[in-house]
């Protein structure tokens, strides 16, 4: 299949969280299973996007869009996302992307968010139609790009190369919908009929989110547990109604790692590699590495767990500032990496200075770092409100540290409880709580503190995790199947021919 991508951020080129990791990860492992894949994204400035970032090509295609009454236009550049043969388009505008943030700054969303996404999403589909790209599927990502099933549907399908492609939009966060005041329909260009409760109107306001979910002929969220989740009034975040019209095209897949980034045993930002086979020696040469770093005392008997997060309340950082004291009676260790709100980010410098040796909090993010954490912790933090998929529990399983989590999204599909069954048959991966309360999530930071100190049962939990299939290339297959389900709600069927055109690309 020819696939086309469409996200407001993919790595290394630009990254404010999960989003830009899934997008390019996806991307390659689509491209390494024989599919013809385009990924389109925004040229922002914005966030630096790190190290190893390809070289920028202009193609000479530039891009029309209508915005309301004006006409506004990009260039189109190019460029080859390393390691793969993904093609990537960064449509370059400027006035819309020439920011110091990709979505907003100093704590506040951009005022023109709405039209900067309108014109990406309209751009997206004059890039396709320019280069005749023709794509089977245009796969969609959040509420940034909710407007192109809609456009597709309503007036691209009739356009070649659109006659048969199809749409489906994921959903990575319910949280962040796009949601604008009514004017702003305006700026989409279609007509005021479908500024209805049933489409693309959500109680008085025009909502992106919503209008991908209704438009998009197969929706997908990311774990199989949040796709039932957001069908629900706790999670649905005021769209549950919409998405429980939408079940029989709703599909949760759960995201892979990129196991060439995260790996334990080519880690180039780690002291030692290691594997499960090497475990005891490489882990505790990085766990003595991070101590050191973070201005920890280097004791290899205490359990030192990590967090890298946003530091907001759906992170739990709530839970952890209320049982930090009960945990610190504990010989215990912490390393939190990161920045968010203020009062959290207060609450862990204040509790590092209060507990020297013990507590270590850097505000910021830095990536050598967080691999760091990620190998040398004993275990990791992710007591999250909600959590639609997560990577860092993940990435731990990965590097044999053991998260201990809370029982919602893609950590209850990720992550198998400890208890005496998943102990006896070599199942246990980590800790799991139901009760979103800081008593739950202390009751079983305490129980994997007890765990620590059984070194071959801690060992054999850590090891099961590490030899899970957290790949990407087992998500891809599912998409695939969600692909063809899209293919067939548009009455598409490849003939045999096009089938081995398709395998030879």
């Known amino acids: 299949m020819r696939v086309v ?3 407001s951020e993919a790595v290394p080129f630009s990254k404010t969280g999960g989003l830009a990791d899934v997008a390019t990860a996806l991307a390659k492992s689509l491209d390494e299973r024989g599919h013809d894949v385009w990924l389109i994204i925004p040229h922002h400035r914005g966030i630096p996007a790190g190290k190893d970032v390809p070289a920028l090509e202009a193609t000479g295609t530039t891009v029309e869009v209508k915005i309301a009454a004006k006409n506004v236009t990009g260039n189109v550049l190019r460029a080859k996302l390393p390691g793969s043969g993904v093609t990537v388009l960064l449509i370059d505008q400027p006035i819309y992307f020439d920011r110091t943030g990709l979505y907003g700054e100093n704590g506040k969303d951009f005022q023109d968010n709405c039209e900067r996404f309108v014109f990406f999403s309209r751009a997206v589909l004059e890039t ?11 796969h969609c990502n ?15 399908s009739r356009l070649p190369p659109f006659h048969q492609t199809a749409c489906v939009f994921t959903i990575h966060n319910m949280a962040f919908q796009g949601r604008f005041w009514h004017w702003d329909m305006l700026l989409t260009g279609l007509d005021w009929k479908y500024f209805n409760w049933r489409q693309m109107e959500y ?3 025009l909502n992106l989110l919503k209008t991908g979910i209704v438009f998009a002929d197969q929706v997908t969220t990311v774990s199989p547990t949040y796709a039932k989740e957001i069908q629900t009034p706790e999670f649905g975040c005021g769209l549950d109604g919409v998405l429980r019209l939408r079940r029989a095209d709703l599909a949760g897949i759960l995201n892979g790692v990129d196991t060439d980034v995260w790996n334990p045993q080519t880690d180039a930002a780690l002291r030692r590699n290691y594997s499960a086979d090497t475990f005891d020696d490489g882990k505790s040469a990085c766990k003595e590495d991070l101590q ?3 201005g920890l005392a280097v004791r290899r008997d205490a359990p030192l767990f990590g967090m890298i997060s946003r530091m907001t309340s759906q992170k739990g950082l709530d839970l952890i500032r209320d049982s930090a004291d009960r945990l610190l009676r504990h010989d215990v260790q912490f390393s939190f990496l990161g920045t968010g709100d203020e009062e959290f980010e207060e609450f862990l410098k204040d509790l590092a200075a209060r507990h020297p040796n013990r507590v270590s909090a850097t ?12 190998a040398g912790a004993d275990g990791y933090l992710m007591p999250s409100r909600f959590e639609p998929c997560g990577l860092n529990q993940m990435y731990s399983l990965r590097y044999g540290t053991v998260p201990v989590v809370r029982s919602v999204g893609g950590l209850a599909d990720s992550v198998v409880d400890t208890t005496d069954e998943t102990l006896a048959d070599r199942r246990a991966t980590g800790f799991r709580f139901d009760d979103y309360s800081s008593i739950a999530f202390a009751e079983r930071v305490e129980r994997a503190v007890k765990l620590f100190h059984d070194k071959e049962t801690w060992k054999q939990v850590a090891r099961t995790g590490m030899q899970q299939d957290l790949s990407w290339n087992r998500s891809a297959a599912e998409y ?7 293919l067939d709600k548009i009455g598409y069927r490849r003939t045999e021919s096009r089938m081995q055109t398709a395998n030879g690309r």
Do not use: M
């Open 5 to 7: 991508l469409a996200s």
């Open 128 to 138: 396709a139609r320019v280069l005749e790209i023709a794509p089977d599927v245009i």
């Open 142 to 156: 959040d509420w940034q790009t909710g407007l192109i099933p809609a456009l597709l549907q309503v007036e691209y």
């Open 203 to 205: 109680y008085g306001h």
């Open 292 to 294: 050191r770093n973070v």
């Open 363 to 374: 505000i910021g993010f830095d990536e050598n770092l967080a691999h760091r954490i990620e």
């Open 480 to 486: 695939e199947t969600v692909y063809r389900k899209a």
